[in-house]
């Protein structure tokens, strides 16, 4: 695990940035989730945030270590800092298209999902989760996956413009799977991440020395309850805190239930011996015909965000368009979508001036998009932080990458703190048992935890009401981990909720 990039992000955020920011934040919501964030008393400023919010800001000094970007925003929704006017325009006009309700007549259908972006996009601001959610099947038999792509497969279109064409899961599919609407906040930073910062993460999952790299096979997942105590430490060397950046007075780190510190000390874990073993996917990009690291979607299916507007316009809402220009037929019946496929395909049509349609203005919008914007840190929230990479979530949740260099200023080498290496993982029966795009039955992407407290409910089909519920349910790779969590004391689990309700 790449630990210098954290002690850079560490000391080059803290210079100057932390206070000011701090200011600005906004809670999310009156209500806090399952009641893990006190709530505030008070009215609310222009920003939202409340005046015992501000003077708890401005007494708390910046956060130890995984502080907000320059990027970061005062809140949900808005664009990225530092965006030029034109592009601060393009974000607009993008958001604008992002919200336009298609119709039959500008194409929606036959089958589709939704009539547009922001009805399944929406909480927080425009462009968030939400508990919508989308259907996949396909057939599993002897290990093997079919899509039933000739039966409309693997994605169900639950909607149609007549119900006589309305598609059906079909009954050869055996397995059949949920996907919840993630959040779209911060992607253009993780589309700036080059792929190889990303290949860097499944290789220092790798075994050490005479292992074969990141992409051989799963080791077992590790069976019955993790032993007590340190897990299993390989020949990585300690991890030296990051100077300068934690607490003066870390809080207790212990993970042995009513033993104080239990002796247990900030380290680096090899992270194949904790068994966590992820791998990049390899995708061929849809825009560029390039072979490129997946990274959105559950599984890593997409590359960058105009694949994924354009397999959304087509998938979603049965928009044809440059990238997907071939409808949907309904349950793969092409007599069917004959008769009633009457606007000529391709529907999102091009500007022959610009070479743009609306999948690019769609595009603007969630590239200028800013990340999630932070709470301020309580001491919980700072101590769980701490706890939280001493159990070893961030071996999976890596706590920031960097964007590379880039044409458009506010992309350029930033920090991203997603809280994920964006890798596919054995996640046990976590797993969907739907293959996609590089991604076997048995693997599942790291999500990003940034801005959690506005994409509840949890995990790929939504089957977590809470964050508690999320973490408890991890398996396979990441079984240790949850192990861990699960014997901190009642007070260290409330720690790391109020650090990822902060984040
Ligand atoms: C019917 C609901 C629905 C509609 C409509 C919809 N989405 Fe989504 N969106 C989802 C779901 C569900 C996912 C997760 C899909 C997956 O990974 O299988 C998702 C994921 C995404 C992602 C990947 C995010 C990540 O975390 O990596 C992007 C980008 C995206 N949608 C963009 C769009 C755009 C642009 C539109 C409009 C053209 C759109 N979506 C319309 C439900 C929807
Ligand atoms: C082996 C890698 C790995 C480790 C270790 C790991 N996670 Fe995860 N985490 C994942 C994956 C993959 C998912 C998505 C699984 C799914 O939805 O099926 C996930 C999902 C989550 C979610 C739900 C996110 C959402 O948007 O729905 C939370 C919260 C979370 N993890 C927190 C933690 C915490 C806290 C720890 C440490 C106790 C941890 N994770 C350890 C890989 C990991």
């Known amino acids: 695990m790449n630990r210098v990039g954290k002690t850079v992000i560490a000391s080059s955020l803290v210079v100057g940035s932390g206070l000011a920011w701090n200011l600005k934040i906004a809670p999310l919501r009156a209500e806090p989730p399952s009641g893990l964030v006190p ?99 396909g057939r599993l038999v002897n290990g093997t996956f079919d899509p039933l792509a000739s039966l409309g497969g693997s994605l169900l279109q639950a909607k149609a413009i007549d119900p006589s064409i309305r598609e059906v899961v079909p009954s050869q599919a055996n397995v059949i799977a949920h996907r919840q609407t993630t959040p779209l906040f911060g992607l253009g930073l993780i589309e700036a991440i080059p792929d190889d910062e990303i290949r860097a993460n499944a290789v220092a999952s790798a075994p050490p020395p005479g292992g074969s790299g990141g992409t051989q096979p799963i080791a077992p997942a590790p069976s019955g309850p993790a032993p007590i105590g340190p897990p299993p430490i390989g020949p990585a060397p300690i991890n030296q805190p990051p100077t300068g950046s934690l607490p003066t007075n870390p809080p207790p780190v212990g993970i042995r239930p009513g033993t104080g510190t239990g002796g247990f000390q900030p380290r680096d874990f090899n992270l194949a011996a904790d068994g966590i073993l992820g791998r990049a996917a390899t995708i061929t990009d849809v825009v560029s015909g390039q072979q490129r690291v997946g990274r959105f979607g559950w599984k890593a299916q997409q590359a960058t965000l105009l694949a994924f507007a354009g397999d959304a316009y087509l998938n979603e809402m049965g928009i044809t368009n440059r990238l997907f220009p071939t409808e949907n037929a309904p349950n793969g ?171």
């Open 333 to 503: 019946n092409l007599a069917k979508l004959k008769a009633f496929d009457h606007v000529k395909d391709i529907e999102d049509a091009v500007d022959p001036t610009t070479g743009r349609s609306d999948i690019d203005t769609v595009t603007d919008f969630m590239r200028y998009l800013a990340p999630p914007p932070t709470v301020p840190f309580t001491a919980s929230a700072s101590a769980g932080s701490v706890l939280f990479d001493n159990i070893n979530c961030s071996g999976c949740h890596k706590p920031v990458m960097f964007t590379g260099s880039n044409s458009i200023a506010a992309l350029d080498r930033k920090p991203v703190p997603l809280y994920s290496d964006l890798l596919l993982h054995d996640m046990g029966s976590l797993n969907d048992g739907i293959a996609q795009a590089d991604a076997g039955t048995d693997e599942m992407r790291t999500p990003p935890l940034w801005g959690l407290r506005a994409s509840a409910p949890y995990l790929h089909d939504g089957r977590a009401a809470t964050i508690e519920a999320a973490i408890l349910a991890h398996d396979g790779e990441a079984l240790n981990a949850r192990d861990r969590y699960a014997h901190l004391t009642p007070q260290q689990r409330q720690q790391i909720l109020d650090f990822l309700n902060s984040i």
């Open 39 to 137: 709530l505030q008393s008070g009215s609310l400023d222009a920003n939202g945030a409340t005046l015992r919010e501000q003077q708890r800001a401005v007494r708390h000094q910046p956060r130890p270590r995984l502080m907000a970007p320059p990027t970061g925003t005062a809140k949900f929704g808005d664009p990225l800092r530092g965006l030029t006017t034109a592009q601060l325009a393009a974000f607009t006009a993008g958001k604008d298209e992002f919200t336009n309700v298609e119709t039959i007549e500008s194409g929606l259908g036959p089958i589709f999902n939704e009539s547009s972006c922001v009805a399944c996009h929406f909480t927080g601001a425009t462009g968030g989760a939400s508990s919508t959610f989308v259907t996949r099947f």
